[in-house]
């Protein structure tokens, strides 16, 4: 997982090139004004889901990893809590290949809180819980660029 803000993204030359255009593609487009659901970039090798929810407790949060994807969470608007752990240290579920999602089970072992302009990539391997709320629960508007492996 990496962790950073898009203001700063002269830190992250290392990436790879299809993770560069989904910071690209957030400079030159006002992504809060997509509409809610999925947007196609180059098809589906690069895509991303608009999202807007309110913040919850954890007991109403579910874990997640994916296999086909890398998820590039950016955040718009609101902060949000995304607990992480790696999927070795989690109990698997069953995964759903057509919708590249793995259920997961454990407890955290780190917490990111992503306010606007700040991202979060989870690769393979990284187990993560979005929507946590970080104090108060509150809208959080943003954009999982989702980048084919």
Known sequence: MIFGNIDNLAEYDFLPEKVQKCFAYAREHDLLSCGKGSHEIEGQELFFNRAEYMTAGTEERFWEAHRAYLDVHLILSGTERIDLNFIGNLSAGKYVAKDDFLTLEGEKNASVTL????????????????????GEPQLVKKVIFKVKI
């Not at 306010?115 to 970080?134: E, K, N, S, W």
């Open 115 to 134: 306010r606007p302009g700040d991202f979060l990539i989870c690769y393979p391997g990284d187990g993560h819980m979005t929507g946590v709320q970080a």
